[in-house]
């Protein structure tokens, strides 16, 4: 059995930063990209950033200059740095990754901008 087991959400006052991780756990022969999907209340899931396992990246216009993904191959873990947060970025953020070839989801977690 295959599952992503993410964390680091929580409360953060506009500007602050936040940092995301989601590392896979169980039978894993391999991992191709990596990423962050985000929904807030009423709105359909978006992309936040994705990150193949060389290394490319690519984020959502409204994170670029402010959120950074990478990832640690040897702990199959991806990461999400938040900075300048704004009250838009509030909502639940989901891990995704293809794992043995198959797309995997986290759980989720909650992700909260507000003074």
């Known amino acids: 059995q295959v599952q992503l087991v993410e964390s680091g959400g929580g409360l953060v006052q506009p500007g602050g930063s936040l940092r995301l991780s989601c590392t896979a756990a169980?039978?894993?022969?391999?991992?191709?990209?990596m990423g962050w999907y985000r929904q807030a209340p009423g709105k359909r899931r978006e992309l936040v950033a994705t990150i193949t396992s060389g290394g490319r990246t690519n984020y959502a216009d409204s994170v670029k200059a402010r959120f950074t993904i990478s990832r640690d191959s040897a702990k199959n873990t991806v990461y999400l740095q938040m900075n300048s947060l704004k009250p838009e970025d509030t909502a639940v953020y989901y891990c995704n990754a293809a794992i043995n070839q198959y797309a995997r989801w986290g759980q989720g977690t909650q992700v909260t901008v507000s003074s």
């Open positions: 169980g039978s894993i022969f391999s991992i191709n990209a």
